[in-house]
Every structure is written in structure tokens, then in C-alpha cells.
């Protein structure tokens, strides 16, 4: 089950890391970082505006790890977006954490041995399941469309142009109830997840128009399309 964890995972290097890349060579600026670090603890670091760029501009060898580029991307994105939830983004940069290794994106979870490639198929799994597995079915639906129409937009557009395929809205939509339905589950509080699935339901256009952006300026930047012209008339892009 994926948890809202990817700030707990931060280590004292990925903090001085981010203090480095802040106080930009300045001795006094990295004193005054550090103390607040001390004082205020490290989301007030993760949440400086410029972090973001400065991790995206990295040429050195220290280079940031997944979970400190991540986090801070997402966080700068959903704040963009008006979603001001340091909660929502660490469960979102978490779950591209976990969805980027090997197969686990088409599995409920890492033991499952089903898999699915499409969201019908997740439907159709909520209908044949109960219990524990059930909650875990329903929270894949919201990750795994929030996945698909965040990280590869493109695709989406490209096999709607085609072969006649849903739109983005058909991701929304099926994205937002997953995560609904998931919140309303009596698993939700069990797990601490409940708040997190209420919000990403009802702000998950907004999440996945932030994922857009990162997928447009971190993990396809050279593509260039009709459909990524048409997002980019709207939110500002990733900066």
C-alpha cells in the first residue's frame, strides 16, 4: 500500500543538499539555513520557491536523490496549482516513486499477482473484490489514472487521435472516484489516508494538470506536440 512517506525517507544529505543549493556558495546564507532548519524543521527549507529550479538545474556531482527531487517538484507544482498540501504531495511523489519501479504501476501491490493494463479492468476487479483488497483495488484506480493522465498525457492524446481512445476527462473523472470511494472506505483512516484521498478526489484535475508539467519538463522535454501546445496555453509551465 502506498503511503505518504517520501518525507520521512529525506536524509541529512538530501537537507544539506538543499541548503547547499539555496545559500548558492553564500557562508552566511548557509548559517542562517541551517539554524533555520533547527528551528522550524525542514519544511519550511523544501518549500522555498527557488529549491525546485535549483534542483532541476543541478550539473554537479551531487546529484539530488529521487525522493528530495520529487517531493520538491511535486510540492512546487501543487502549490502552483492552488493545492497547498504538504500531505497530498508527499502521497504523490511517493506514489511516482513506487509506480517507477519495474511493473509495480499495472499492481494493486507488490505481492499481487494480477495486473492491469487499463482502467476497465480495474473496474472490473472493484466489482469481483471485497475486504482489504477491495480499498487497495479502489486507491489503485485513483494512482493509476492520476499515472497514466499526469506522466503520459501525450499517450493518452495520441492513442484518442488513432484509435478513437478516451480523452484526458475519461482519466479525471475515473481518477477522482477511485480516490473517493477509496476515502470513503473504512480502511482509509486505518491506513492515515483518508483526508489524502479526499483531497486528491476533489482536486484531481488540478493534480494531474501539476504532474503535466513535471512530466512535460522532466521526463519528456524534447517532445513536442499538439496536445502539449494546448496545456501549455493554460498554468504556467514547470519554472
Known amino acids: 500500500m502506498i503511503r505518504a ?19 548558492r556558495g553564500s557562508v552566511e546564507r548557509r548559517r542562517e539555513l541551517e539554524r533555520r532548519l ?8 523544501l518549500d522555498s520557491p527557488e529549491l525546485a529550479e535549483r534542483l532541476l538545474a543541478v550539473r554537479t556531482l551531487l546529484v539530488p536523490s529521487d525522493t528530495l527531487f520529487f517531493y520538491v517538484v511535486v510540492r512546487h507544482r501543487l502549490r ?10 508527499d502521497y504523490v511523489a511517493s506514489m511516482l516513486l513506487v509506480f517507477g519501479q519495474r511493473d509495480r504501476a499495472w499492481r494493486v501491490d507488490w505481492n499481487d499477482d494480477q495486473t492491469h493494463h487499463y482502467l476497465v479492468d480495474i473496474l472490473a476487479d472493484i466489482d469481483a473484490t471485497s ?20 506522466i503520459f498525457p501525450d499517450y493518452i492524446a495520441a492513442r484518442q487521435l488513432r484509435r ?15 480516490f473517493g470511494l477509496a476515502s470513503d472506505h473504512v480502511l482509509a483512516d486505518t ?23 513535471v512530466s512535460d ?8 506536440s499538439p496536445a502539449r501546445l494546448d496545456r501549455q496555453v493554460g498554468p504556467p509551465p514547470l519554472s
Request: no cysteine; aromatic share 10%; hydrophobic share 45%.
Open 5 to 23: 512517506d517520501a518525507r520521512s525517507q529525506l536524509t541529512a544529505r538530501d537537507l544539506q543538499l538543499a541548503i547547499l543549493l539555496l545559500s
Open 38 to 45: 533547527t528551528l522550524e524543521g525542514p519544511d519550511a527549507l
Open 80 to 89: 502552483a496549482a492552488g493545492v497547498d498540501d504538504r500531505d497530498l504531495a
Open 131 to 150: 475486504g482489504e483488497r477491495r480499498f487497495k483495488v479502489l486507491a489503485h484506480l485513483g494512482n493509476y489514472a492520476l499515472w497514466l493522465a499526469g
Open 164 to 178: 478513437g481512445g478516451p480523452d484526458v476527462s475519461y482519466y479525471d473523472s475515473l481518477g477522482s472516484r477511485g
Open 191 to 213: 491506513y492515515g489516508l483518508e483526508t489524502i484521498f479526499r483531497t486528491a478526489s476533489d482536486h484531481f484535475q488540478a493534480l494531474r494538470g501539476a504532474l503535466n508539467a
Open 217 to 224: 519538463r522532466v521526463f519528456f522535454p524534447q517532445h513536442v
